[in-house]
């Protein structure tokens, strides 16, 4: 089985700071959306991350792979702004745009002189074609400029990005029909709050498309005595059933791929088999959950999603069922 988890919309956005001498800001742009080059889309992390600029006026594209024509050193490695968690703004109805905290590029005083067009963030200081952000500097209409530089500047370019995740009212249930040792099952797949995947990463992930981290897949069975167990109201109002709920641990690492390089879409997996067991078969299995939660009594708040099962599937002792799980991460 194959479940498609949504698609997220990725952003980047950059600002450059001016300062004199005594580090008093001279110039300041303000955040501006920058181009997400294919590239970011082909790897899952960066870090570290450094910043370049030069003097090229060339449009950017999403092919491209470093500096137009560099002016000066390479940046010191970029750092993140103060401490706490990134900003998440939204709703599990409406969706959740997760914005990473701010990461600085800096050089040091008088190290870049000169009028500069172009700028790129990049993960390597010795090695081209690693660029995953290509740009021209613009004005505050939006317009491509330049900024000039004297050895009395100290220059800075901060960048942060966000992802859109879509809403669970924007992803009705989906229903599938597969066969499940002979027997026809329908599998329905409820969208309980997919934006939860953005809320377990640290910001070195967040840089990178993935952002699936430390989930958990339960099975729900009724073998068991079922009031144990309330029955939960998830984000979206659904109902998980009564039941015992075992863990079960992802048991593959995530996995990213480019599948559109021309459309900036990067398609991040996760599998998980639930292997053979010794006893006590998984008799009646109702359902599936993705979860946040390590806990054997997980708040709704945790749920990502469920696959319900009917008829009730019974795997058996000696049978593994794996179940892999996938978004899509897009250029905006």
């Not at 080059?37 to 991350?49: H, N, Q």
């Not at 167990?229 to 992802?250: P, R, S, V, W």
């Not at 480019?258 to 996760?270: D, Q």
């Not at 599998?271 to 006893?279: D, K, N, P, R």
Request: net charge neutral; charged share 15%.
């Amino acid at each position: 089985m194959n479940i498609n988890l949504g698609n997220v919309k990725a952003s980047g956005y950059t600002r450059f700071v001016v300062r004199n001498k005594h580090g008093d800001i001279t110039q300041d742009t303000g955040f501006q959306n920058n181009l997400l080059l294919d590239r970011f889309f082909t790897a899952l992390s960066f870090s570290p991350l450094y910043a370049k600029v030069g003097t090229s006026t060339a449009s950017p594209l999403v092919t491209d792979t470093d500096i137009g024509a560099q002016l000066g050193p390479v940046s010191a490695s970029g750092t993140t702004t103060g401490g706490g968690s990134d900003v998440s703004a939204g709703d599990a109805i409406n969706g959740y745009t997760l914005t990473t905290k701010s990461y600085i590029f800096r050089w040091s005083l008088g190290a870049i002189v000169g009028n500069i067009s172009e700028y790129v963030l990049c993960t390597s200081t010795s090695i081209a074609d690693t660029a995953i952000v290509r740009n021209l500097f613009k004005d505050s209409g939006g317009n491509p400029t330049t900024l000039t530089l004297t050895s009395s500047d100290q220059l800075e370019i901060w960048w942060k990005q966000s992802k859109k995740w879509t809403g669970s009212n924007e992803m009705g249930n989906t229903v599938s029909n597969i066969v499940l040792n002979g027997i026809a099952t329908d599998i329905t797949l409820t969208q309980l709050n997919p934006s939860l995947l953005s809320s377990v990463s640290s910001f070195s992930q967040n840089v990178g498309p993935s952002v699936i981290a430390n989930l958990t897949l339960r099975t729900l069975t009724d073998n068991s005595n079922s009031s144990a167990l309330a029955i939960y109201n998830a984000n979206a109002g659904d109902d998980l059933i009564g039941g015992t709920f075992a863990a079960e641990q992802m048991s593959n690492s995530t996995a990213g791929t480019i599948s559109n390089p021309i459309a900036g879409v990067a398609r991040i997996t996760h599998q998980a088999t639930f292997g053979l067991y010794a006893s006590g078969a998984l008799t009646a299995l109702k359902a599936i959950v993705l979860s946040t939660s390590f806990n054997s009594l997980f708040p709704p708040s945790s749920v990502v999603a469920r696959l319900k099962f009917n008829p009730e599937f019974v795997k058996g002792t000696d049978k593994m069922l794996t179940v892999g799980f996938y978004y899509d991460v897009t250029r905006v």
